[in-house]
């Protein structure tokens, strides 16, 4: 396997970064490829699983490699921690695609680093196969992520709670590792001349178009640029059900993508309050919270930037405060454009957003499945209540019906579409399918006792998740009343 591999990283920001080498495993073995990916990569769809094993393990480096451990500090349920960094990850440097972007190969799972804060560096299995379905999830669900390259079995036994269990490497694929905790530890350790090349870097990397203006505006349009990438994610998020579940500053990316696939989950019942992290005991990073937190770690990145959003502080304050108070706003305006669209609607009305926050009430209200609720609207346009309505607790919902009702109104009121064109536009953009919690659990079971065979199953369901297939009734169905409460882990 040839990784022509590029260093910009390791050599534009040397004080971000430690050179580092990953361990010595008994036994690589190759458990899962992304030949999908490997194709955009311009890598081979079919390796030699040996030398690929070892490569994407961190056991053996390219040529002229420079595995590193980047250095990155983070605000954590709230906390600031100045010193995080990549504890049991290497970046291995960056890969040049066909079309001459620039991704990260990134392992996750090497060994200890550093900064590693006391933990073992490892990973086991079943919360890296999570990391590799959620990633081509999400990249079928149109919302920008991180992907997975491959899943390395080490030949480790690794204890974790309860267990010892398989140990794993995760190569991960990224538009950029650069994070709100990338400019705060640079803030924090060496102050504005670092954080301006950060900067530099980072808008070269992902708007390489604003190295053209000049320095003052180059800097404000771009943390604009990426306080509209993570209002569009996070919409992209709540649009499909999906509760990050640690929306550190560290996991919140420059370039818009999702990252760090740790206790995440896809919500079934209709929530604003739900958690599925089995350490947020006080909601923090809920589903309903999400918009609040993004905000709430922009405004850390804002911070970072001051001195270089104006030389007058009292000006670069001002400015910043200004833009940080417009998020709920801009975030809101994002995310009913987004909720239009999932109802069928192409045209802006007065009364749009009053129809949109009741939809999502009534769905609280009747604990309503988020993604057949969704999905169900196609059958009503078709003419068909009985199916959305059965979701419901009470199936004649009183609430429910008079919802239908008004929303067919607001529907009279588009330019006229045949109701089976206006249904599958609304299947085009509602998903049929999700990774359900228990199908999840189900497949990370099996797959750690050796049986690879509903990973790969979930695996080909959610990769197609518009499509809705009779062979795959099963996967429609939310998770049996005695499964739960679900709560995730970070897998360390």
Not at 24 to 49: C, K, M, Q, S, T
Not at 62 to 86: E, M, S
Not at 147 to 167: D, S
């Amino acid at each position: 396997m040839n990784l022509d591999l590029q260093h910009h990283f390791a050599q534009a920001l040397p004080e971000l970064h430690i050179p580092w080498r990953g361990l010595n495993f008994p036994e690589p073995a190759l458990v899962i490829y992304n030949d999908h990916l490997a194709d955009e990569l311009g890598l081979p769809e079919r390796p030699d699983p040996m030398i690929t094993a070892r490569l994407l393990s961190g056991m053996e480096t390219p040529p002229a490699a420079q595995p590193v451990a980047q250095a990155y500090a983070g605000h954590q349920f709230g906390q600031f921690v100045p010193r995080l960094g990549d504890g049991r990850a290497l970046l291995l440097g960056e890969l040049a695609t066909p079309t001459g972007e620039l991704k990260d190969l990134h392992l996750k799972g090497s060994g200890p680093t550093p900064f590693a804060r006391g933990g073992d560096g490892r990973a086991v299995l079943g919360p890296m196969l999570r990391e590799y379905l959620m990633g081509e999830a999400m990249h079928a669900l149109g919302i920008p992520t991180t992907r997975a390259l491959a899943v390395v079995l080490t030949g480790e036994r690794v204890f974790r709670p309860g267990a010892y269990q398989p140990g794993a490497v995760l190569a991960r694929i990224a538009a950029s590792h650069i994070r709100v905790g990338t400019f705060q530890y640079a803030a924090v350790h060496h102050g504005p001349e670092l954080v301006g090349r950060v900067a530099e870097f980072t808008i070269g990397r992902h708007d390489p178009d604003l190295l053209e203006q000049p320095e003052k505006d180059r800097y404000r349009q771009f943390f604009q640029r990426v306080v509209e990438r993570q209002l569009r994610l996070i919409s992209q998020w709540m649009a499909v059900g999906f509760v990050h579940g640690v929306m550190n500053s560290d996991n919140t990316t420059l370039s818009g993508e999702t990252i760090d696939y740790g206790p995440c989950a896809f919500m079934e019942a209709h929530h604003p309050q739900t958690v599925f992290s089995s350490i947020d005991h006080q909601g923090r990073y809920a589903y309903g919270n999400q918009p609040r937190i993004i905000q709430w770690n922009l405004a850390r990145l804002a911070e970072t930037l001051l001195p270089l959003f104006d030389a007058d502080s009292e000006a670069a304050h001002q400015w910043a405060e200004e833009q940080v108070a417009t998020i709920p706003q801009r975030f809101q305006a994002r995310w009913q454009e987004t909720l239009r669209a999932k109802l069928g609607l192409r045209t802006l009305q007065a009364r749009d957003e009053q129809l949109t926050q009741e939809f999502l009430e009534v769905c609280t209200q009747e604990a309503m499945d988020h993604t057949l609720a969704f999905r169900r609207l196609a059958d009503a346009v078709a003419g068909d209540d009985t199916v959305l309505l059965g979701l419901a607790r009470d199936p004649r919902s009183p609430a429910l019906t008079a919802w239908l009702r008004r929303w067919r109104q607001r529907l009279d009121k588009e330019p006229t579409m045949p109701p089976k064109e206006r249904a599958a536009v609304l299947r085009r953009i509602n998903p049929a399918y999700i990774p359900r919690n228990h199908l999840v659990e189900a497949a990370l079971e099996a797959a750690t006792a050796g049986d690879l065979q509903p990973f790969q199953r979930l695996l080909a369901v959610v990769r197609a998740p518009f499509e809705e297939r009779e062979a795959d009734a099963e996967y429609l169905q939310p998770a049996p009343e005695d499964f739960g409460p679900y709560r995730t882990t970070c897998g360390t």
